[in-house]
C-alpha cells in the first residue's frame, strides 16, 4: 500500500520551495524554483508543476498524493486568493483556482505565518496544545493564533497581525503606513534601526559601528552580542522589552499556553526569550502570570515553511 | 407539550439576579435575592434556591427547566470555580458543584462578560455574527471574545482580558497592580478620573466642578456632555480615542466583524462609539480599516446580564 504525503508549497520573494510531506512530519523530497517577481502567479506554476512533476515522479511508486497546501505572503485562507503581496507583482490572484488547474486533490492557501502556526502544532513546538501563539520575526513580524485547536482566520481571514499592534502612536513609521507598529521594533530590521539610534545616542564602544549601514544586518547584531558587545546587548534588551509588552496584551485577549518564536531572530534564542519573557510577565494581568511559555520553534531551520504549507493541508485532510 | 426554559443566574456584589429564560430570549419570570458579599456561596444559594422554587413553581406547569447558566466575577469555565472574586469574600469555591447539589440539570459558569458575549451571539446585537468581540463597560472593563461562533476561554479559561492590556505603562495605577491598564481609562470610574484630571489641568468652565468627588458619576458626565459641557465632551474623547486605540491592536489579534459595547457607560452611545471608531480606524492595520462596525448591545437593559448567563446555558444545550 502506498503512504500518504502532502505537497507543501512556500512562495518566498525570491525562491518558491515544495516539499512532500507525509503525517508525521517527515519531508520525503524537495525542491525549488525562482520565484521570480516580476512575472505573474501563472508564469510561476507553468514553471513549478513540472518541477513538482519530476519530483514526484521519482517518490509515486511508494506515495500518493492527498493535498496541496501553500504559504504565501497576503494570502486568504476563505477567499484562496493572494491579494497585493508587498514583494510581488501579482496584484490579486486566486492561487487555490490555479493549483486546482494542476491537481485533483483538495488544496488550501493561508500566510506565512499561519502556516507556521499550522506547522507547529502538527509536528513541531506546539504538538499536544490548543492554545498558542506563532510569532514569526523575520523581515517583519507575523503571527498565526490557535484557539482551541484551530487557526483564527476571524471575519475576513486576516487576523493574527500582532505586528500591526501599536507600541507607540508617535514612533517609528512602518511599511503599512501607520507609525509604532510592533514589527518596527521586534524584527530583522526592527532591531537594525535599534542599533542605528544606539550607536547615534551614545559614543560606547561596539564592533557594530565598522559596519556599513546596508552591510548591517540581525545576525552580526546576533553575533556581536555573543561576543559580549555591550550595544548589541543593548539592542536585544529593548527589542524583547517591546515585543513582552505587546506579547501580553496578546495573551490577554486569548489566553495561550505559550508563546512560539519562528524565524531568523527567533534563532538569538535566549538573548530575545529572557528579556521578552521578563517584560511579558510584568505587563500581565495577574492571571496569566506565570503561565505561558515563550519558547522556540520545533520545526527543522531548513524547510519549516514547507512544512507548514503541508501542515495546513494535513490538518484539513485530519478533520475531514 | 411543556416548553423548554434555562435558568440564568447573575452573581453581582450587591444583587443575585435570576430569570427563567426560553429559546428566542424571552424572560418568562425573574427575581432576585441581596447577595450579601460577607457570607459563605453555600450561604448565597441557601437562600436563593427557595427563592427560584418559589418563581419556578409559578410556571413549571407550563415549563420544564433544561439547564442552568450563571455570571460571576472571576468564574472560571473549564473548572466551574469562581477564584477570589473581588467583590464577595468567597476565596475559590466551585459553584457548579454547588448548583448540582440543587439542580439535576446541565450547569455552567463564566464570567460576567463572557456570558454577556455569549447573550449577544444568541439573543443580541451579534445574531448571525461569528466573529465579534463584546466590550463592558461597567465599573471595570470586561470583554468576551467570540472566534468562528465559539467563546474564547483560552488555555486557563480566563481569556478575554483586553481591560488589562496596557496603554501606558507609566500611566494610572489600577486595581490589578499595574500600571496604565486599559480599563483605568476606558471605564465608570476611568471617565471619573478623567474629569477630575481635565478639572484639574484647566479652569475651563464645567457643570461638573459644582458636584462633591465621591457624587460624581458617569451618568452625570453623561448628562453634562449632552448639555453641552465642553469638558465632560472632552472627557468622552479621550476616553474614546484610547479605548479604540486598543480596540484596533484587540481586532488585528481576531479580526471581528463587530466590537458590540455594554454596560452602564455604552449607554453614552454615539458620545463614546464615535470618538471610539475614529481612533479604532487611525490605529488599524490597513486590511481591516472599514471593516469593523462598533455598536451598542442589543439585549434589553434590564436584565441583560440574567438574559447572558441563561445564553451560556442554552449554547451548550444546542451544541449537545
Same mark, same amino acid.
Given at each position: %500500500?502506498?503512504?500518504?504525503?502532502?505537497?507543501?508549497?512556500?512562495?518566498?520573494?525570491?525562491?518558491?520551495?515544495?516539499?512532500?510531506?507525509?503525517?508525521?512530519?517527515?519531508?520525503?523530497?524537495?525542491?525549488?524554483?525562482? +520565484?521570480?517577481?516580476?512575472? !505573474?502567479?501563472?508564469?510561476?506554476?507553468?514553471?513549478?508543476?513540472?518541477?513538482?512533476?519530476?519530483?514526484?515522479?521519482?517518490?509515486?511508486?511508494?506515495?500518493?498524493?492527498? &493535498?496541496?497546501?501553500?504559504?504565501?505572503?497576503?494570502?486568504?485562507?476563505?477567499?484562496?486568493?493572494?491579494?497585493?503581496?508587498?514583494?510581488?507583482?501579482? =496584484?490579486?490572484?486566486?492561487?487555490?483556482?490555479?493549483?486546482?488547474?494542476?491537481?485533483?486533490?483538495?488544496?488550501?492557501?493561508?500566510?506565512?505565518?499561519?502556516?507556521?502556526?499550522?506547522?507547529? %502544532?502538527?509536528?513541531?513546538?506546539?504538538?499536544? %496544545?490548543? @492554545?498558542? #501563539?506563532?510569532?514569526?520575526?523575520?523581515?517583519?513580524?507575523? /503571527? =498565526?493564533?490557535?484557539?482551541?485547536?484551530?487557526?483564527?482566520?476571524?471575519?475576513?481571514?486576516?487576523?493574527?497581525?500582532?505586528?500591526?499592534?501599536?507600541?507607540?502612536?508617535?514612533?517609528?513609521?512602518? &511599511?503599512?503606513?501607520?507609525?509604532?507598529?510592533?514589527?518596527?521594533?521586534?524584527?530583522?530590521?526592527?532591531?537594525?534601526?535599534?542599533?542605528?539610534?544606539?550607536?547615534?545616542?551614545? @559614543?560606547?564602544?561596539?564592533?557594530?559601528?565598522?559596519?556599513?549601514? @546596508?552591510?548591517?544586518?540581525?545576525?552580526?547584531?546576533?553575533?556581536?552580542?555573543?561576543?559580549?558587545?555591550?550595544?548589541? !546587548?543593548?539592542?536585544?534588551?529593548?527589542?524583547?522589552?517591546?515585543?513582552?509588552?505587546?506579547?501580553?496584551?496578546?495573551?490577554?485577549? +486569548? /489566553?495561550?499556553?505559550?508563546? #512560539?518564536?519562528? =524565524? &531568523?531572530?527567533?534563532?538569538?534564542?535566549?538573548?530575545?526569550?529572557?528579556?521578552?519573557?521578563? !517584560?511579558?510577565?510584568?505587563?500581565?494581568?495577574?492571571?496569566?502570570?506565570?503561565?505561558? $511559555?515563550?519558547?522556540?520553534?520545533?520545526?527543522?531551520?531548513?524547510? /519549516?515553511?514547507?512544512?507548514?504549507?503541508?501542515?495546513? #493541508?494535513?490538518?484539513?485532510?485530519? $478533520?475531514?
Amino acid at each position: %500500500m502506498k503512504n500518504e504525503v502532502t505537497l507543501g508549497i512556500d512562495i518566498g520573494g525570491t525562491n518558491t520551495a515544495f516539499g512532500f510531506v507525509d503525517v508525521s512530519g517527515r519531508c520525503i523530497a524537495e525542491s525549488s524554483v525562482l +520565484t521570480k517577481a516580476q512575472n !505573474s502567479a501563472e508564469n510561476l506554476f507553468e514553471r513549478l508543476y513540472p518541477e513538482i512533476e519530476k519530483i514526484y515522479s521519482g517518490i509515486s511508486e511508494n506515495y500518493i498524493l492527498k &493535498g496541496v497546501g501553500i504559504g504565501a505572503p497576503n494570502a486568504n485562507y476563505y477567499s484562496g486568493r493572494v491579494e497585493n503581496p508587498p514583494n510581488l507583482k501579482w =496584484g490579486i490572484v486566486n492561487v487555490v483556482e490555479i493549483i486546482k488547474k494542476y491537481f485533483d486533490v483538495p488544496a488550501a492557501i493561508t500566510n506565512d505565518a499561519n502556516a507556521s502556526a499550522i506547522g507547529e %502544532m502538527l509536528f513541531g513546538a506546539a504538538k499536544g %496544545m490548543k @492554545d498558542f #501563539i506563532v510569532i514569526t520575526l523575520g523581515t517583519g513580524l507575523g /503571527s =498565526g493564533v490557535v484557539v482551541d485547536g484551530r487557526l483564527v482566520y476571524g471575519a475576513d481571514g486576516f487576523a493574527g497581525e500582532i505586528g500591526h499592534t501599536v507600541y507607540d502612536v508617535n514612533g517609528r513609521m512602518c &511599511g503599512c503606513g501607520k507609525q509604532g507598529c510592533l514589527e518596527t521594533y521586534a524584527s530583522a530590521t526592527g532591531i537594525k534601526r535599534t542599533v542605528i539610534e544606539l550607536l547615534e545616542a551614545s @559614543d560606547k564602544e561596539s564592533i557594530l559601528r565598522k559596519t556599513e549601514y @546596508d552591510e548591517l544586518d540581525s545576525k552580526m547584531i546576533y553575533s556581536a552580542a555573543l561576543n559580549g558587545d555591550v550595544l548589541a !546587548s543593548e539592542a536585544f534588551e529593548f527589542t524583547g522589552k517591546i515585543l513582552g509588552l505587546k506579547l501580553a496584551d496578546a495573551v490577554a485577549v +486569548t /489566553s495561550p499556553e505559550a508563546i #512560539i518564536l519562528f =524565524g &531568523g531572530l527567533a534563532l538569538a534564542g535566549d538573548l530575545i526569550i529572557i528579556p521578552a519573557k521578563k !517584560s511579558m510577565e510584568e505587563n500581565l494581568f495577574h492571571v496569566f502570570r506565570n503561565k505561558v $511559555k515563550i519558547i522556540q520553534s520545533g520545526l527543522p531551520e531548513g524547510n /519549516s515553511a514547507v512544512l507548514g504549507a503541508s501542515a495546513l #493541508i494535513w490538518n484539513e485532510i485530519m $478533520k475531514a
